[in-house]
């Protein structure tokens, strides 16, 4: 009997390191799918992002959403997270991030980033 117990104990000290191993895995995915978002706005060169009523070019949007998925990563552990918790609307007003393109078309980031994000996952 004791030694059925030592196996059990042996297996799941075992399988501790591996669960921990994927966790820190699927951890990294989201963090590098998170930072392919961001790049997707910076590459937006030509686009205008709004954001309480001003105009901020694609690398200074990227740099702020950067920021401010730092100062809220205790909150977003996933790509769908980041969208909804910091990268679609004002903290402060709760008004919408938007995406003006070149042709005067505007979409809400949040649209945007999820059709990037799905793009991303059909890549994989």
């Known amino acids: 009997m004791r030694s059925i117990v030592a196996v059990l104990v042996l297996s799941l000290v075992a399988a ?10 699927a951890v990294d995915a989201e963090r590098r799918t998170i930072e392919a978002l961001i790049a997707s706005v910076a ?10 009523g001003q105009s ?3 690398s200074k949007a990227a740099r702020f959403l950067r ?3 730092k100062s809220r990563e205790s909150e977003v552990r996933t790509a769908d997270e980041f969208i909804e918790r910091v990268a ?4 402060t007003t709760s008004k919408p991030y938007l995406i003006r ?5 505007e979409i809400q980031s949040a649209d945007f980033l999820r059709a990037e994000l799905a793009r991303l ?3 994989d």
């Open 16 to 25: 501790f390191p591996r669960a921990s191993l994927a966790e820190d895995a």
């Open 43 to 52: 590459g937006l060169g030509d686009a205008t992002f709004i954001r309480n």
């Open 56 to 58: 901020y070019d694609a």
């Open 67 to 69: 920021e401010k998925w």
């Open 88 to 91: 679609s609307f004002s903290s």
């Open 101 to 105: 393109f070149t042709d005067g078309r």
């Open 121 to 123: 996952r059909r890549a």
